[in-house]
């Protein structure tokens, strides 16, 4: 305790010796101590890793990869979409607008989205055709494929979410970005979209990335609906060779490559709405260069505590 | 405009204004001319920042009469009736009112540039190239050519207030309201700041300033109008309310400041 009394340090110049982290070590070692035997406990298994090998690029794999990925892209538009819109009724000044948004976001937070995609998937039983007046219309069953159900259910749903992201981001930027905007004669909508939602897009889009991966992941329920998207080929595939194990082992293969390249799309997409902050020119590279060096030996005078 | 000509740029009277309960403004009365600085002086929460904000209605009154260049702030007058105009409309009259911010406000994800030409732009709708070589022209004019490029980030505070300046100054309004332009910076910076307001009061710009520095009240000022408690309590050339204070608050209020 005495020891680290500050006059010690400064007077006779003793050697500075760096706190060793010893339990780190063992730690590390424990840990590639189990990995090790769950990985042998899976290659000592009944998995058929040739199975696993040979299923990971075939063409109705990466086809359902492809659906997932679609399916995934156009729910995210939908909710971005609907989010923004319900985020900016939620905020309107007239009170009809505002309960509508709320209802919204009641509605579609409240209930599972494994639900939801049944019941627009199931919308034919009670509502056979659907039209617009004076345009015409056509038996729902056809217009709601497997594929609009599941853009449905994941971009309404998604949407909710979105919703109060948005109205989180825009409630982050200063009152006083609003007033100067209108102190220069801007009209609401034009203050919306040129000075606040740009700025609110720094706080929205890390969470709307996390949204992103999630709606990833959660496309795996539209299999319920029998969208052809990569959970519903590989239960097709192991419902006729009853490889079950290796098929979920190629399944979430691509569910990792898929979800860690659009983590990096997601790097670029923070640093491209982080302009105006000085010191957010680091590259990819540098940041994860900073990351892994903060990871393995953490800077007392980085300010981060490990 | 033939009538602005005549009577005063600004004119109030009789203005109030309620936050809830809290009876901010009790009726105040003030006008400026055309071309004249006008500097309100006084204690805070006397409500100086709320009567400049109504000006260009960032707040709503709720009594009285306020007008600029001759018409009703907020209202349009038909039929000897006053209707409330809509946003759309405040907002082009919010055009010819510019405003300079206690804490700058400049839009954090513009350059110093883009601040400046944002208005023009987006609001006069002028064309890119012109309202840019317009926006370097006023960089310059508050001396920070050659930061045209400099995220607000990347300047100082006297620094951004410069852009401010400029950026409000890039509409051409009929008049500038400075809402403590000074408070918020350092103490080195302040000089900087005052420079510029200075050299546009030379320049015979209407500006409504509030604020705390006495010695460029004085020294720049047409008229010094010291509120307190919600209401005008003296007002008139700076040397009487400064030098010569008439009221006991205004005296007790210099003798704290000055």
């Given amino acids: ?306 | 405009m033939a009538e602005n000509v005549s009577g005063p740029l600004v004119f109030a009277d009789g203005v109030h204004k309620r936050f809830g309960h809290v009876e901010v403004l009790r009726g105040v009365s003030l006008s400026v001319a055309a071309g004249e600085v006008c500097c309100l002086i006084g204690p805070s929460g006397s409500g100086k920042s709320t009567f400049l904000r109504c000006l260009n209605r960032l707040e709503a009154i709720d009594g009285g009469i306020l007008e600029v260049e001759g018409e009703f702030v907020g209202y349009r007058k038909r039929d000897g009736k006053l209707y409330q105009l809509r946003e759309r409309d405040v907002a082009s009259f919010r055009a010819r009112v510019g405003m300079v911010f206690q804490h700058f406000n400049l839009f954090g994800h513009m350059s110093a540039l883009e601040n400046v030409m944002e208005g023009p732009v987006q609001v006069l709708g002028r064309p890119k190239s012109e309202a840019a070589e317009r926006g370097r022209e006023l960089l310059a004019q508050v001396g920070l050519a050659g930061k045209e490029r400099n995220y607000p980030s990347q300047l100082s505070g006297g620094q951004q207030q410069r852009v401010a300046i400029a950026r409000a100054l890039a509409m051409e309004p009929a008049v500038l309201l400075f809402d403590e332009p000074t408070s918020a910076l350092d103490p080195e910076l302040v000089g900087e700041v005052l420079d510029v307001m200075r050299t546009l009061a030379e320049q015979r710009m209407t500006m409504i300033v509030v604020t705390h520095e006495m010695g460029f009240a004085r020294e720049v000022a047409d008229t010094v109008a010291f509120m307190d408690a919600g209401l005008v309590v003296e007002s008139g050339a700076p040397g009487e309310v400064l030098g010569n204070p008439k009221t006991e608050r205004c005296r007790a209020f210099l003798s704290k400041v000055l």
């Fill in chain 1, 1 to 306: 305790m005495s020891q680290a009394s500050p006059e010690t340090v400064t007077r006779a110049e003793p050697e500075l010796v760096p706190l060793r982290h010893y339990g780190r070590w063992v730690y590390g070692v424990v840990a590639l101590l189990v990995l090790g035997y769950i990985v042998w406990l899976f290659t000592d298994s009944a998995i058929d890793w040739r199975t696993v090998g040979s299923f990971l690029t075939v063409g109705v794999m990466l086809s359902g990869l492809g659906n997932t990925v679609l399916v995934s892209i156009v729910a995210m538009l939908l909710g971005i979409l609907l989010g923004v819109l319900f985020a900016l009724m939620r905020l309107s000044a007239n009170p009809v607008t505002r309960t509508i948004a709320w209802l919204y976001v009641w509605l579609f937070r409240g209930t599972p989205v494994y639900l939801q995609l049944l019941m627009w998937f199931n919308l034919a039983i009670v509502l056979p055709t659907i039209g617009i007046p004076g345009i015409g219309s056509m038996p729902t069953i056809e217009l709601i494929t497997p594929f609009v159900a599941a853009v449905l259910g994941l971009g309404i749903n998604e949407g909710a979410y979105v919703a109060e992201i948005v109205r989180g981001g825009i409630a982050s930027v200063d009152r006083g970005q609003r007033e100067a905007a209108m102190a220069i004669g801007m009209r609401p909508m034009r203050i919306m979209r040129r000075i606040v939602l740009p700025q609110a897009m720094r706080v929205v889009v890390p969470p709307l990335g996390n949204d992103f991966v999630n709606l990833l992941k959660t496309s795996a329920m539209a299999s319920a609906i029998s969208y052809t998207e990569l959970l519903n080929r590989a239960q097709q595939i192991y419902f006729v060779n009853s490889k079950v194990m290796e098929l979920l082992i190629v399944a979430a293969f691509w569910y990792l490559v898929v979800v860690s390249v659009f983590s990096i799309g997601q790097y670029f997409l923070e640093r491209r709405f982080n302009r105006g902050d000085t010191g957010s020119r680091a590259t990819l590279l540098e940041t994860l260069w900073a990351t892994m060096r903060s990871s393995r030996r953490r800077n007392p005078i980085g300010g981060r505590n490990g």
